[in-house]
């Protein structure tokens, strides 16, 4: 029964019971993280005072050292012998409540009293199924010792400290951070309000650009009726011609596929000479057939095949020798796509 009740809460494989916690932690690495890259843009500049010297820093990013930028917040790099470092690997899921279980973390891996620990963190790898931690804890006494002592300060919450843990560096909570964070609050919420100002613009100009192009539609449109209007007799006529067109198109394919036969007469009047004739003449389409006498048949059939005209011409019957000493003969013309014309 407790399977079901988990499963009804599960949406392809996501528990919607954490949307909430999922959503902020996204938005809180987004933002605050130590790899944030808005965090990189928009932190302030910290200058971190050490024994070695001082460097500066943006979003936990050194700043070339030959840039010297202005910065609201100085820092103090603790040395290693301060320090108590350890890396602890926990279950991914822990991630969305880091932030509480950070502090049993601290709890139970500090050698100091709960009173006298300081401690920071920073998230340096995450997977699948786990993520790794790296954690740092001092001692407040031992750490107040050692500002007074080298650099002379008593307010706890007048610089930020900071620790150097595998050449990661990490803020310790608790001391002049407040003031930092509030500098990037600021930046971020003057971010968001040129953000939102720059969509309200965007989304202002696009409906003016929408509105101003429907007006010109609608004129448009209006041209539009009283050219039709205007054009409606012209479009009669235009139909007129069209198929008028056609006609004279259906026409000159009909006169195509059909030439005149008595253009084809004439043509064969032309070419046969004085001592052949033609005794019938058909035409089917773009086909002849024709019937006739001649002293050489033969002849004639080879003329009529050197003709452009002709596209060929064939013998269907033998050619008959008459009493008379003529030939009869009967051909078959196909006239060439030329022909007619």
């Known amino acids: 029964t407790m399977l079901q009740s988990a499963n009804n809460w599960e949406i392809f494989g996501f528990d919607v019971r954490n949307l909430g916690k999922e959503w902020r932690a996204a938005w809180r690495n987004f933002l605050w993280a130590y790899d944030s890259p808005v965090k990189s843009r928009l932190d302030e500049v910290v200058s971190v005072h050490s024994e070695s010297g001082t460097l500066q820093y ?30 602890l690997e926990m ?82 909570k608790g001391f002049g951070e407040a003031r930092r964070d509030e500098l990037y609050l600021g930046r971020l919420q003057k971010a968001a309000a040129m953000l939102a100002y720059c969509c309200v613009m965007v989304v202002f100009l696009g409906s003016a650009l929408t509105m101003a192009k429907f007006l010109e539609l609608e004129q448009y449109r209006v041209f539009a009726s009283e050219v039709q209007e205007r054009s409606k007799s012209a479009s009669t006529m235009r139909e007129s011609v069209l198929r008028a067109n056609d006609a004279v198109n259906a026409i000159k394919t009909l006169q195509a596929e059909n030439p005149n036969p008595h253009l084809e007469l004439a043509r064969l009047t032309r070419l046969l000479s004085d001592d052949a004739y033609l005794e019938s003449l058909s035409m089917t389409g773009r086909d002849l057939r024709i019937r006739g006498r001649a002293a050489n048949a033969a002849e004639i059939m080879e003329m009529l095949n050197k003709e452009p005209a002709y596209g060929s011409v064939t013998a269907p019957q033998a050619i008959v020798k008459t009493p008379d000493g003529q030939e009869r003969f009967t051909l078959s013309i196909s006239l060439s796509g030329g022909a007619g014309s």
């Open 58 to 87: 943006q979003g936990l990013d050194v700043i070339n050292a030959n840039a010297s930028l202005p910065s609201q917040c100085d820092a103090v790099m603790l040395p290693e012998d301060l320090v108590l470092a350890k890396t």
């Open 91 to 172: 279950p991914a899921s822990v991630e969305l409540d880091l932030d509480s279980v950070m502090v049993y973390e601290v709890l139970a891996n500090s050698p100091f009293p709960e009173n006298d620990t300081g401690y920071g963190w920073r998230l340096v790898e995450k997977q699948s199924d786990h993520i790794v931690v790296q954690l740092a804890v001092v001692s407040l006494s031992a750490t107040l010792a050692y500002l007074e002592r080298q650099y002379n300060i008593h307010n706890i919450h007048s610089r930020e400290v900071w620790v150097s843990v595998g050449d990661l560096p990490i803020t310790l």
